[in-house]
């Protein structure tokens, strides 16, 4: 077996977006692979026969991120392959182009061109489509000029590129850029008549959830000046042109609506008892009204972190009267089966990931991270799991792949856990250096599944620790609860699971330990040099040093950091300045790596420079990389060339002051 070198994630292969054709006879999958060259990837449609249990490619233009079934036969996705058009796109214009192809063969051909920025598209009759695309209200439409007209319109986008004008929040958004009053507006198309017709108003955002016999159900966010939480919820009937409000945006924040029979199943929660992050309820739609069908303390989504990633797919489907729903639970996240009489079971069993997933003939297909391995399909029969492709067989078979140890603990009579990767080719009679990684939301988990970035260390000759401390997600409301509290009991969870390891492996130098983390890691990173002088070094990732400024700067920042402090600027400014590392940077002696992207609006560039200028100022050794271009998701979707020298530079870090 050979070593993992840092360079290999490029050799990785990822599948997002698997969706069956709806004679459920074949199952579409997005491929990805990495292209250093070109500092770029390559995306193409494959195919899966649920018979043969054959896999093949279908599109050969790298450039095939997401698809709709038209029919049994027939994949819609869109591309952009008339350079004339390229053209005319750079210029202002805003275009979507669809193409078809059939699965039996024969060559894509253009199906539809719809004279927007497109996000989403739906069928929900022959012909018919529902999409949400960019309206810009302060936007100049190139479609509505000709001539002269058009060329000076052309001009005066140009000039204003030089501008942006703000009066609403939020006003960015992370990996969109500016967003003030652009909204994802809801539109029918008909492709025979081409007339598209708007359904919600140009200041609502719109997320379509559920389309079944030409009606929709979808989520509505209307706002002028400040973005609320609250959202409501609307279905549209193509026959009579009705959209119908059905539940009023006054109380809950809405994720998904679905058709499930004859009912209407709504995930939502109030918000009330356990904040922003609170986890979603089942209710069913009676009479106008929101009655809870049972009650689920587990997120719905798949919170297991892993750098080994790329493109996105459905986590809910509806099928034989039931919903079937990706949850995190514990280390894992989960398929389970919601019945009409307000019933869960758990359908796999296996620790690890379900990333997508949709429901066949006789079973599950899903995408999934099992074991140590990477992604690949899987199926589900008779409550068996059998892996069906084999994209990434060659890096499973010869690269040495340290599976996790489990290291569980109580901290405060609660149960936190924790997992150990020992180094490659361990011998207990050496001595080894450590790194403790922190992982971001809070509410997210750690599992057991294959994490390059700690499988690389590793391979260098690394212990790497990590944990799910109070906040983390897969536990339950009360768990994730660390409202008010950051910095805490999440620290000391923390530092108690390092005690931990240290005591259960003493071939770990203590001495010769680092931290590193992102985002709430890259938090909690900035917390500990300022507590702490127990790790050697740090790398701070992505990170938050301060809650006062982050509160005015960043996508989330006027609700995420006022409900997880429990305070504001001008409310309890002492306690939103307690829970910011920055108050104790004076007190860090750590040599510390800052690594922050320049279009990160979710954790802005100005939290690492603020902290790495903290250190400076106080004689500490500090490093900032900055990475032009990227954004809060750069570890696990940045340019491959950019997640190459991220990763070097963290390593050299480590390097410098451990070994």
């Not at 051909?109 to 920025?117: A, G, S």
Request: with cysteine; hydrophobic share 35%.
């Amino acid at each position: 077996m050979e070593n993992l070198k840092l360079k290999e994630f490029l050799d990785y292969t990822f599948l997002s977006g698997l969706e069956l054709s709806p004679d459920k006879a074949h199952g579409a999958f997005v491929v990805h692979t990495s292209d250093f060259e070109d500092n770029k990837y390559l995306s193409n449609i494959w195919l899966f026969n649920c018979t043969t249990l054959e896999y093949n490619k279908l599109t050969t233009m790298n450039e095939e991120k997401n698809f709709i079934w038209l029919d049994n036969n027939t994949i819609l996705f869109p591309a952009l392959r008339d350079k004339k058009l390229e053209k005319r796109i750079k210029d202002g214009e805003h275009w979507t182009v669809f193409y078809a192809i059939d699965i039996n063969g024969g060559e894509a051909y253009e199906y539809m061109r719809i004279p927007m920025k497109v996000n989403n598209i739906k069928k929900i009759a022959d012909e018919k489509f529902l999409l949400t695309a960019i309206y810009d209200h302060y936007g100049i439409n190139l479609h509505s000029h000709k001539g002269e007209e058009k060329a000076k319109a052309i001009e005066l986008i140009k000039e204003n590129k030089d501008y942006e004008i703000l009066d609403e929040i939020p006003f960015w958004a992370n990996g969109e850029g500016f967003t003030n009053k652009k909204r994802n507006r809801l539109y029918l198309i008909d492709k025979g008549t081409k007339d598209i017709v708007p359904i919600s108003n140009q200041f609502e955002n719109i997320t379509v959830t559920s389309v079944k016999d030409g009606k929709a159900l979808y989520v509505s966010s209307n706002y002028t000046n400040k973005m609320e939480l609250t959202t409501g919820l609307y279905m549209y009937d193509l026959y009579n042109s009705e959209a119908l409000c059905l539940v009023e945006d006054l109380e809950y924040y809405i994720e998904f609506a679905e058709f499930v029979g004859d009912d209407i199943i709504v995930a939502a929660t109030a918000m009330d008892k356990y904040g922003i992050n609170e986890n979603f309820n089942f209710y069913k739609l009676q009479d106008g009204e929101l009655a809870i069908l049972c009650k689920h303390d587990y997120g719905l989504c798949n919170s297991v972190g892993s750098d080994c990633r790329f493109g996105e797919g459905e986590i809910r489907r509806v099928s034989h009267n039931c919903l079937y729903f990706i949850s995190t639970e514990s280390k894992s996240s989960f398929i389970k089966k919601l019945s009409l009489d307000g019933s869960i079971e758990k359908l796999t069993a296996d620790n690890g990931s379900v990333d997508c997933f949709d429901i066949c003939n006789e079973g599950i297909l899903f995408i999934g991270l099992r074991g140590s391995r990477l992604q690949e399909l899987y199926t589900l029969q008779n409550n068996i799991e059998t892996q069906r492709t084999w994209f990434n067989e060659k890096i499973t078979e010869t690269k040495n792949i340290v599976k996790p140890e489990t290291l569980n603990f109580k901290n405060d009579g609660v149960t936190i856990e924790g997992f150990v990767l020992k180094p490659v080719n361990y011998d207990e009679k050496k001595s080894y250096p450590g790194i403790l990684d922190i992982h971001g939301g809070p509410k997210t988990v750690y599992g057991e599944v294959f994490y390059h970035e700690m499988q690389y260390w590793a391979n260098e000759g690394y212990f790497v620790f990590f944990c799910n401390p109070r906040g983390s997600d897969g536990r339950g409301d009360e768990f994730a609860d660390i409202r008010g509290k950051y910095g805490t009991i999440d620290y000391g969870d923390l530092m108690k699971f390092t005690d931990n390891v240290l005591e259960k492996y003493p071939q770990i130098d203590s001495s010769r330990i680092g931290v590193t983390g992102g985002s709430y890691g890259g938090f909690m990173t900035n917390w500990i040099i300022g507590h702490t002088d127990r790790f050697k070094c740090a790398a701070s990732q992505r990170s938050i040093s301060n809650w006062i400024s982050k509160f005015g700067t960043t996508d989330i920042g006027y609700y995420f950091n006022t409900d997880q402090t429990l305070s504001s600027p001008w409310d309890n400014v002492e306690k939103m300045w307690f829970h910011s590392p920055l108050k104790y940077a004076n007190q860090a002696v750590t040599p510390t790596l800052f690594i922050h992207s320049e279009e990160d609006y979710r954790c802005w560039l100005a939290e690492g420079l603020q902290m790495f200028t903290a250190l400076k100022y106080h004689g500490v050794d500090a490093r900032l990389c900055m990475f032009r271009g990227e954004n809060h998701e750069l570890s696990r979707s940045g340019k491959p060339r950019h997640r190459v020298r991220r990763l070097e530079e963290i390593t050299n870090w480590f390097e410098k002051y451990l070994k």
